[in-house]
């Protein structure tokens, strides 16, 4: 009776409907917190790539106005 019983709950299992995907526009979706941190930090990277990139961009300027 065990062997036939563990069989059929996996099939019934197996046939089950699968819940549908979330809707992206319906609902919000809650970060994972286990990545969380490293969404921040990639933030926090972005932020300051801008930083960086007008500092060389200014620095350019001073070498070519002194070249001249």
Same mark, same amino acid.
């Given at each position: 009776?065990?062997?036939? $019983?563990? @069989?059929? !709950?996996? $099939?019934?299992? =197996?046939?089950?409907? @699968? +819940? /549908? /995907? @979330? &809707?992206?526009?319906?609902?919000?979706?809650? /970060?994972? @917190?286990?990545?969380?941190?490293?969404?921040?930090? !990639?933030?926090?990277?972005?932020?300051?790539?801008?930083?960086? !990139?007008?500092? +060389?961009? =200014?620095?350019?300027?001073? !070498?070519?106005?002194?070249? &001249?």
């Amino acid at each position: 009776m065990k062997n036939l $019983l563990l @069989p059929l !709950m996996l $099939l019934f299992t =197996a046939c089950g409907k @699968p +819940a /549908p /995907p @979330p &809707q992206i526009g319906s609902a919000e979706l809650a /970060p994972n @917190p286990v990545f969380e941190t490293q969404i921040q930090a !990639m933030k926090k990277a972005h932020a300051i790539e801008g930083q960086v !990139m007008d500092a +060389a961009e =200014a620095q350019r300027q001073q !070498m070519e106005q002194a070249a &001249q």
